[in-house]
């Protein structure tokens, strides 16, 4: 079994703070890594993929990537409300056919 | 249409009978996934189906059989299950081989077994 691992959460910031997400995985061989957010009751949704060590960032969003380290987070800036959610943590296996889950974290952005 | 289309939104169903999940997908990928979303548990990934053929059977009891007749559409038939069943269950579709494509999930099933 590969394992994605997080923590549960809950996480809280205050409007405005910037929230980091952590996640890491087993699986050496593992290429590309994602991050999705769910609302409550809706499924997954891609907000973020990285596939090189380092950081890559869009909009309010850098995904950061450590692969020495097993390593990939998240880190949101500006807060908002609308950013409560869980967000999950997915990795991809070498072979590009599976996608490994974490449990995921859930955060909440306080107005 | 577009994207992952899942079908029914919710179910309910006793535990004698047959009903079938189903799932379209309109992205041109060839890769279709299974997922069940039990509270408090990760994504738990039941099937994979990479051109139309099964790869991947992670241990799901034979209460659980999957159907994919071809790369856009993929069934999960139920019979017999239990109430420990009922959970989201999603579908997904991804590029095979490609490691840079995410997965798209659909809106998924909300299973109810009384």
């Known amino acids: 079994q590969k394992e994605v691992e997080q923590n549960s959460g809950p996480l809280s910031v205050p409007e405005g703070a910037i929230a980091s997400l952590n996640c890491t995985y087993s699986?050496?061989?593992?290429?590309?890594f994602f991050w999705y957010r769910q609302y409550s009751g809706k499924s997954p949704e891609l907000i973020m993929s990285?596939?090189?060590?380092g950081d890559k960032e869009d909009g309010r969003f850098t995904a950061q990537l450590n692969k020495a380290s097993q390593y990939v987070s998240l880190l949101i800036r500006d807060s908002q409300p609308s950013d409560s959610a869980t967000y999950l943590c997915?990795?991809?296996?070498?072979?590009?056919?599976?996608?490994?889950f974490g449990t995921g974290t859930s955060l909440t952005v306080i107005p | 249409e577009t994207g992952v289309t899942q079908t029914p939104r919710h179910l309910v169903m006793g535990m004698t009978n047959k009903k079938s999940l189903k799932c379209e997908q309109h992205?041109?990928?060839?890769?279709m996934y299974w997922y069940k979303q039990s509270a408090k548990k990760p994504l738990e990934l039941m099937f994979v189906?990479?051109?139309?053929?099964?790869?991947e059977n992670n241990s799901v009891p034979s209460r659980f059989s999957p159907e994919c007749p071809n790369s856009s559409h993929l069934f999960l038939h139920l019979h017999t299950l239990q109430p420990e069943d009922s959970a989201l269950y999603l579908c997904?579709?991804?590029?095979?081989?490609?490691?840079?494509?995410?997965?798209?999930f659909g809106q998924g099933t909300r299973l109810t077994v009384v």
């Open positions: 997915a990795v991809k296996n070498g072979a590009g056919n599976q996608f490994y």
């Open positions: 990285i596939y090189s060590n």
């Open positions: 699986d050496r061989g593992s290429q590309s």
């Open positions: 992205l041109g990928h060839n890769a």
């Open positions: 189906y990479s051109l139309e053929e099964r790869v």
């Open positions: 997904a579709s991804s590029q095979d081989r490609h490691t840079s494509t995410e997965a798209f």
